[in-house]
């Protein structure tokens, strides 16, 4: 009885203390725990992998802010990665105005790791890859976008006419690009694909936070969506899936947070079994 | 192990820990912390808007181009500031029955056939375990939702097949929602470890 009262009594201060040792721990000395793909995270990866052409466009979404960025910025990285590894060019596209900052940001790192890690191969900004200037409207935008790209932006994030850039060339709306993945962590997904998917028939991929995850799947038995990222998980299978490429030499932010993240759901799931136990033995204990 | 010598990765990890020291008791640096990045957030926003709204869609359009039907947006958007007058403010009402319009006359169309390939989704197309598990799970839970009928009886029965059904898809949800808020944390923690003190790669 002693142990429920102290369970039932436990400063929640000490339970962050030990979730945080139970994150920090695994960083300094990894485990290594095994991880496995799942089909969702594949189907994405395939269709980058096998079913765009050379010189093909992936359209990369990053309606995000610094708020999720955790979860979604290792996947804006690893897919623009992954589709400069198969010489696809690559534009990023936000319809928030946080977004913008979180592109660049992914650009500047994915640039400056691929030439590391390939000096035969560089890629440029503007030529292979840019960011499409944030404008307001969301959905606006991206029906605008099905009719003419240039038209609704005029310019890329980094004040350039989109008509003079190289990686522009022969793209006028949604029929020109290949696929496009919708990085978000709120239901700015739902405008991509009611609009983007629905009425222009433009092939989408989710990549979202674990939050959003369980929602998201439906559309993927639905088929409005080819694959799906869920949180920081689906965004280490991905690196994952690359790193066996190798072809690209940056970090692994995500598969190096798997071992704290495997901890901490340990720690979870002995919390909820005392809790749990507390609560049902206190009732019990009530009743009498 | 090296220690991070940039100022605004000094800055970064200070705010974070000035956050995080909410989990120990409200305080000063918390708040200073938090007041912040609510300020921080408008301001960017703001510049954002100016330079992409005002500059690029309505300045270089109106001064460069002499574009000027880019006046009726223009029009329309001022009018939304006519709430600050008394006298003038039923004026705003024009450009929000724009808005309106406009957005209701996009959406329906698109959302109901986008509602169409879910109902579609939901159809068993082969004789499998799967299949039985949505079309049972969909049904059981829209009479969960179904109010103009007693539960009880076999109404009742089914709408308790639906809250299970519930219960599982909160299960999950709320599976994930732990997963979600972990990562987060395990973003700031490899900041913390290794952008600013270096002690991991």
């Not at chain 1, 804006?76 to 590894?85: E, N, Y």
């Not at chain 1, 919708?182 to 433009?202: D, M």
Request: charged letters at 15%; a positive charge.
């Amino acid at each position: 009885m002693k142990f429920i009262n102290f369970i039932n009594n436990l400063d929640k201060r000490w339970i962050y203390l030990i979730l945080a040792l139970c994150i920090i721990i695994p960083f300094l000395f990894p485990v290594g725990f095994p991880m496995k793909t799942t089909p969702p995270v594949k189907s994405i990866y395939d269709f980058i992998e096998d079913s765009i052409p050379e010189g093909g466009v992936v359209l990369i979404g990053a309606d995000y802010d610094p708020s999720t960025m955790a979860e979604l910025h290792p996947m804006a990285k690893v897919v623009a990665a992954h589709a400069l590894s198969n010489n696809l060019r690559v534009l990023f596209v936000t319809l928030y105005p946080q977004g913008a900052g979180m592109a660049q940001d992914v650009i500047d790192n994915v640039l400056r790791e691929w030439n590391k890690s390939n000096p035969d191969n560089p890629k440029e900004l503007g030529k292979d890859i840019t960011l499409l200037a944030y404008v307001p409207g969301v959905s606006a935008v991206v029906l605008k976008m099905g009719e003419d790209i240039l038209q609704t932006f005029n310019e890329d994030g980094y004040g350039n006419k989109l008509s003079e850039l190289e990686v522009m060339k022969g793209i006028k709306n949604y029929n020109n690009i290949n696929l496009m993945v919708e990085l978000a962590g709120s239901s700015v997904v739902l405008t991509w694909l009611i609009y983007a998917n629905g009425r222009y028939g433009l092939k989408m991929g989710i990549g979202t936070t674990a939050v959003s995850a369980a929602e998201y799947y439906s559309y993927l038995q639905s088929k409005q969506a080819i694959g799906m990222l869920g949180g920081l998980k689906g965004a280490a299978e991905y690196e994952h899936l690359l790193d066996e490429k190798k072809v690209y030499g940056g970090r692994k932010d995500a598969s190096i947070g798997m071992d704290a993240q495997s901890s901490a759901h340990i720690f979870f799931i002995i919390l909820i079994i005392l809790g749990n136990i507390a609560y049902f033995v206190k009732k019990r204990k009530e009743g009498k | 192990m090296a220690i991070s010598t940039n100022f605004w990765i000094w800055i970064a990890a200070l705010l974070t820990l000035a956050i995080y020291s909410f989990l120990y008791k409200d305080n000063p640096f918390y708040k200073f912390a938090e007041y912040l990045l609510v300020g921080i957030s408008i301001g960017y926003g703001i510049s954002i808007y100016w330079h992409n709204t005002i500059i690029t869609k309505v300045y270089n359009p109106l001064v460069y181009d002499k574009n000027f039907l880019v006046l009726i947006p223009l029009l329309l958007g001022l009018l939304m500031f006519s709430r600050f007058f008394k006298n003038v403010s039923y004026l705003s009402r024009i450009p929000i029955a724009f808005v309106v319009g406009a957005g209701t006359g996009l959406s329906v169309p698109s959302s109901f056939e986008f509602l169409f390939k879910q109902i579609y989704a939901t159809m068993p197309l082969k004789l499998d375990i799967g299949s039985l598990i949505i079309v049972v799970g969909v049904i059981s839970t829209l009479v969960y939702f179904f109010f103009s009928l007693e539960h009880k009886g076999f109404v009742g029965k089914v709408s308790k097949v639906g809250i299970t059904f519930i219960m599982v898809a909160f299960g999950a949800a709320f599976g994930y929602t732990i997963m979600a808020r972990v990562s987060l944390f395990i973003g700031r923690i490899q900041f913390l470890l290794s952008d600013w003190l270096g002690i991991i790669k």
